[in-house]
T-cell receptor
């Protein structure tokens, strides 16, 4: 079945460090890929998305590129801030379906 | 434009009781889906409704049910609550068309004691 595997957390970095959170997927069709972020006590917010191979999603300094050959969608940010501390979820949706399959989430903590 | 609204935000129920959670989607969105989030199982898909019809269903027991009204608002119900049903229940809405973005509400925190 369809699945998403994320880099295990928690991840702790210093402010202004470079961030990478790995995400790989298994899907039978041609999925759309997403990164969602969850701040403490809140729901999920869409961070970025990509709907086809080689697409790059970007938002708030975060980027991720849809790599079909490696079935990956790694999240990157060049310089993290304390306010980026949250849990990050990678997810896929099979084209045409309104059902998201999530990775297990990666808790990120940024220290000043 | 108002986001996805869920009520209530927090509730405590006793084992064996039932609970109903409500969700109002973003205006114009016809698809509403529900997810359960727990520390052990992560985020799991419960079901999705589109134009009052259940279109997708996850692997949850029959105690979990839902419905959608003609105005796209949705409710989910859990009967005969168990301790393991304690979770954050998230509602999400979208236009229902392929490739579109799915937006989430703040969630309803359910504690079963």
């Amino acid at each position: 079945g369809d699945s998403v595997t994320q880099m295990e957390g928690p991840v702790t970095l210093s402010e202004e460090a470079f961030l990478t959170i790995n995400c790989t997927y298994t899907a039978t069709g041609y999925p759309s890929l997403f990164w969602y972020v969850q701040y403490p006590g809140e729901g999920l917010q869409l961070l970025l998305k990509a709907t086809k191979a080689d697409d790059k999603g970007s938002n708030k300094g975060f980027e991720a590129t849809y790599r079909k050959e490696t079935t990956s969608f790694h999240l990157e940010k060049g310089s993290v801030q304390v306010s980026d501390s949250a849990v990050y979820f990678c997810a896929l949706a099979i084209q045409g379906a309104q059902k998201l399959v999530f990775g297990q989430g990666t808790r990120l903590t940024i220290n000043p | 434009k108002a986001g996805v609204t869920q009520t209530p935000r927090y509730l405590i129920k006793t084992r064996g009781q039932q609970v109903t959670l409500s969700c109002s989607p973003i205006s114009g969105h016809r698809s509403v889906s529900w997810y359960q989030q727990t520390p052990g199982q992560g985020l799991q898909f419960l079901f999705e409704y589109f134009s009052e019809t259940q279109r997708n269903k996850g692997n949850f027991p029959g105690r979990f049910s839902g419905r959608q009204f003609s105005n796209s608002r949705s409710e989910m119900n859990v009967s005969t609550l168990e301790l393991g049903d304690s979770a954050l229940y998230l509602c999400a809405s979208s236009t229902g068309l392929g490739g579109n973005t799915i937006y989430f509400g703040e969630g309803s925190w359910l504690t079963v004691v």
